[in-house]
C-alpha cells in the first residue's frame, strides 16, 4: 500500500436523514461521534426526484465543525453554483458525470482554481468509462451503491464490486486521490464496502438511526478497515 493512503477508511457522515431542524447539533452530534467529514447531500428536485438544501444553509452550519465539508452536488447545473458552494465553505465538491457535458468541466475547473478537491460522481447504472474525458480534473471519484435521491436505500453489493476497485486503479494505482463509496453503507454492508478499497464511506441512516452513533461509527470503520486491508494486502 502506498504511504500517501491512510490504512483505514475514512468515515464520512451524510446528514440527509439527520434532525434537519438542529442542523448544526446533527454535524455536532457526528463530529463528538468520530466520524472524519461531513457529507452534504444538494438535490435540486430535477437531477434527482428529491429537494434538500442549498450553499446558504451549508454557509450557515459551516461553523459548526472544523471536519472538512465533502458537497454532493446531486443538481443539474453545477457550474451555475460551484462558485456559491465554494464560498459556502466546502472543502470538496463533487458533482454528477451524468449532468449536460457544458456544465461538467467548467464547474471541475472553479473547483480546482480554488484550491479545494474536485470529484465526480457515477450513478450505479454510469460506466466508470463516463470519467475519462475529465481524468485531469479528478480527486474524487464518488460511486453510488444507491440510486441517489433518497437515504435508507439498500447497499447495491454488485455495483460496489464491478466499481470500486476499478475506480481506484483508473484514478490512480500509486493511491493519490479518493474513492469515495456512497449508499447503504452499515455495519452489515460495510464487508463489502471496505473490499473494494475505497478510501472514504460515506454512512447517513446508519449513523443518525443509530441508538450509539460513535459505536456505529467504530464499527463501520473497524470492519471496513479489515476488509480493506486483506484486500489491499
Ligand atoms: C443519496 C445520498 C447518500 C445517502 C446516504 O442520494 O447521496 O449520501 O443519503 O445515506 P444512506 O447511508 O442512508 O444510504
Ligand atoms: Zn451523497
Known sequence: MSASRPAGVLIAASILDSDLGRLADEIRRADDAGVDRIHLDVMDGHFVPNLTFGWRT??????????????????????????????????????????DPPQVRPALERIRAAGRAAGLSVK????????????????????????????????????????????????????????????GARAETAEGVGRGGADVIVVGSALYRADDMRAEVERVRAIASAARAAALG
Open 124 to 183: 450505479p447504472a454510469t460506466p466508470l468509462g463516463a470519467l475519462a474525458p475529465y481524468r485531469d480534473l479528478l480527486d474524487i471519484i464518488l460511486v453510488m451503491t444507491v440510486e441517489p435521491g433518497f437515504g435508507g436505500q439498500a447497499f447495491m453489493a454488485d455495483v460496489a464490486d464491478a466499481k470500486l476497485r476499478a475506480a481506484r486503479a483508473w484514478l490512480a494505482p500509486d493511491g493519490a486521490g479518493e474513492v469515495h463509496v456512497d449508499g
Open 58 to 99: 451549508i454557509e450557515a452550519v459551516r461553523s459548526a465543525t472544523a471536519l472538512p465539508f465533502d458537497a454532493h452536488l446531486m443538481i443539474s447545473e453545477p457550474a451555475r453554483w460551484a462558485e456559491a458552494f465554494l464560498g459556502a465553505g466546502c472543502d470538496s465538491i463533487t458533482l454528477h458525470v451524468e449532468v
